[in-house]
């Protein structure tokens, strides 16, 4: 008996031992299901990794886990899903990761060959082509020869209702690793409309704000309007072109598909209502159209008829270069999808071409990490974390369609915080489909708590840098420059939550932003929009914030009629217009945004005694003027200015120190405006900052740009 309990007792240690040694599998493009998963014989596919790690996870293994990818191109055609059961532990994650060394990429895309490409001889097709140029030098592809299907469809998109029915892009052609054209007219320009002459229905009940139903026959019928360009007459056999641009506010993005052309009148009408119908506004009317094989006529243009399968290209330089890669972007969801798994590291890898909304989405669950990871050449976002205390690190996220890294999280009923973050990437080229609203970093949304956006480096953005929703966020230590790149009356930080006034808490904090509104006006560094409240701008550094003419107008901070927002510490430098408080929503917006007041305090009654904790100036909020507020407070910044003038006119308003205070209601103290030192731009246009500057208001903090964007290095492998 003695001996069988000790048997028993070493099987017992042995399956102890074997439960926490580290296990580890690998996978490799030449592998087979059917092996071990050793080094020497791997899997083929995550799939079957991810089955075995889960059977060791379910008979007990409690230690790290560790999938081995080998180099090459793994082709996704259905996303690779992890679920609870994947999940690892803390302390003991599951992680899947690239080789050292090694390039691992998860591709959506469908890889075209050279030698499939003709010249086309079909006169019926090169008669429609305007450039005689062209004609010359165009190609094509069947596609369907080679098996090449879904390639999706182009559908309507742009802001708020415009993008209802928009589920994932269309196939986009890239060559040698660069976007090409969807053949349009004009080429790296725009044109404009004449007149309306019909506005047609509207997606919200008014021009302002983004609620209410709209016209019953948004869907059904477009605006009419009136060109006087003749480009269209050269069109008569184009089947689907579609019109991308502004036609009313800059942020009503629009792509719309053109519904008749009546050329002998020069009348345009659209298909779809416009969200603010077709109007002219301060900020809008200039378009281009696209999807044209008539206008096929610069290098890298291309047109893909989907009804035959045929794809037409004029082929772009280094087009014949051996090894050069032509691909087409086919995965229609997510290249990775995790629901409810824990604890699951994704490192080391390249996710690209997919056309789904998202890359890499993570839902529900705990601890989820992308780290060292690039996503790139994706017709929607990059990365979406929705949970609790996921991370995004060190990743690259570049030429994605719509949002670099969205994060999500928190539970608003009891402040508890999601802990998400997105810290050390650099986000760049984004928003290169859906142009507006799909930020390099986008936080939270309603009834989101506690994320974070720390030393990220975005740049080269359409629209907005990083844009916030939600409470008590953190900004801290990102470069965010070359952002609002095509678009007015937006931030490089933006937020826009004034009708829900228990949303606050957000801290903006030693940020490095410049060169933002350089080429039209009323482009912002930090924008407070539309009665935002409770949000803290302090220690960030704003530089060429605006310049000369009507670039002046933009603005490094911006406060449309905002309430308890502090501008404490901030160093201005050739800013045009360091800080403007306006009553613009106090005038035009107070009589509609009252009631959304009332009802937000209605709705969430029962929630008060918490938020009033958490921000005290709540309790007196019905108290406190609410048209225009008197809460902001502008203390303890520098202002310098030396190659850029500060504004000292807003129409007939003096600007004292580039600062406007639209009724006086700014709190200003302590602050200091003056020349820029000499020396501080150095020839080089690198800022050398020393004690005299910081010592110009007492107590002032040391900043440095060295001290923001990533810490270490962002992509696959840059650790090693």
Request: proline fraction near 6%; hydrophobic fraction near 40%; charge should be neutral.
């Amino acid at each position: 008996m003695r001996t069988l309990r000790c048997l028993g007792l070493l099987c017992l240690l042995g399956l102890a031992a074997r439960a926490l040694s580290a296990a580890e599998w690998y996978v490799a493009p030449d592998g087979d299901d059917a092996h071990p998963g050793t080094r020497a014989q791997p899997f083929a596919t995550l799939d079957r990794a991810r089955d075995a790690v889960r059977r060791f996870r379910a008979e007990g293994g409690r230690a790290p886990a560790t999938v081995w990818i080998r180099r090459g191109i793994y082709r996704v055609t259905q996303p690779f899903v992890l679920g609870p059961a994947d999940s690892g532990a803390p302390g003991a994650p599951v992680t899947y990761r690239a080789v050292p060394g090694e390039v691992v990429r998860l591709s959506g895309g469908v890889p075209l060959q050279r030698e499939w490409f003709a010249p086309v001889t079909d006169a019926a097709i090169l008669s429609r082509i305007i450039s005689p140029e062209a004609r010359r030098a165009l190609l094509a592809v069947n596609l369907r020869v080679h098996g090449i299907a879904g390639l999706g469809e182009i559908t309507r998109r742009g802001y708020h209702r415009a993008s209802e029915r928009y589920q994932a892009a269309p196939s986009e052609l890239f060559i040698g690793g660069r976007r090409m054209t969807l053949a349009r007219w004009p080429n790296d320009a725009t044109v404009s409309r004449t007149r309306i002459i019909d506005p047609g229905p509207k997606g919200v009940d008014n021009s302002f704000t983004a609620g209410g139903a709209g016209d019953p026959d948004f869907w059904e019928r477009g605006g009419t309007f009136a060109y006087d360009f003749d480009r269209p007459e050269k069109w008569p056999q184009a089947q689907e072109i579609w019109l991308s641009g502004i036609l009313s506010w800059s942020w009503e993005w629009t792509y719309n598909k053109v519904a008749a052309i009546d050329t002998a009148k020069k009348q345009m009408t659209l298909r779809y209502g416009e969200v603010s119908g077709v109007f002219d506004a301060y900020s809008g009317n200039r378009f281009h159209f696209e999807n044209l094989l008539e206008e096929i006529d610069a290098p890298g243009e291309y047109y893909i008829d989907r009804a035959a399968g045929i794809l037409y290209l004029l082929p772009p330089p280094g087009f014949d270069e051996p090894g050069v890669e032509i691909e087409l972007t086919s995965h229609a969801g997510p290249l990775v999808q995790a629901r409810g798994a824990s604890f699951v590291v994704l490192r080391d890898l390249v996710f690209e071409l997919s056309r789904g909304r998202v890359a890499v989405e993570v839902i529900g669950g705990e601890g989820v990490g992308i780290e060292h990871c690039e996503v790139r050449r994706c017709g929607g976002g990059g990365i979406v974390l929705q949970g609790k205390n996921h991370r995004a690190a060190h990743c690259l996220v570049h030429d994605v369609g719509e949002t670099g890294i969205a994060l999500r999280g928190g539970k608003f009923d009891t402040l508890e915080p999601g802990g998400c973050v997105a810290e050390d990437n650099e986000i760049h080229h984004f928003g290169e489909v859906q142009r507006v609203y799909t930020p390099g970093i986008a936080l939270g949304g309603v009834g989101h708590v506690g994320l974070r956006a720390a030393h990220n480096h975005i740049h080269h953005g359409p629209h907005v840098g990083i844009l916030s929703w939600g409470n008590d966020h953190l900004i801290e230590g990102n470069d965010i420059h070359d952002v609002v790149l095509e678009f007015t009356d937006m931030g490089a930080i933006d937020f826009n939550s004034g009708a829900r006034p228990f949303e606050r808490g957000t801290v903006v904090r030693r940020n490095f932003i410049h060169h933002i509104g350089v080429k039209d006006r009323h482009q912002n560094g930090v924008y407070a929009d539309n009665f935002t409240m409770g949000i803290r701008i302090e220690e960030n550094f704003f530089y060429r914030i605006g310049g000369k003419g009507r670039a002046a107008d933009s603005r490094a901070v911006n406060i449309n009629t905002g309430a308890h927002i502090i501008v404490r510490h901030n160093l201005f430098v050739d800013c045009s217009f360091p800080c403007n408080l306006d009553d613009h929503a106090g005038r035009v917006l107070y009589e509609q945004t009252l009631p959304q007041w009332k009802a937000h305090f209605k709705v969430h009654r029962a929630l008060l005694p918490l938020f009033e904790k958490r921000y005290p100036e709540l309790s007196a909020f019905w108290q406190e003027p609410r048209q225009f507020p008197d809460t902001n407070r502008f203390e303890g910044n520098i202002i310098l200015n030396g190659a850029v003038p500060r504004v000292t006119k807003y129409g007939r308003e003096d600007v004292i120190d580039g600062v406007r205070d639209a009724r006086g209601l700014l709190r200003r103290t302590d602050n200091f405006a003056g020349d820029t030192p000499a020396g501080l731009v150095a020839a080089d246009g690198s800022l050398q900052l020393s004690d005299a500057v910081f010592g110009l208001v007492p107590g002032f903090p040391r900043l440095s740009p060295a001290d923001a964007g990533p810490r270490g290095g962002v992509g696959p492998h840059a650790e090693e």
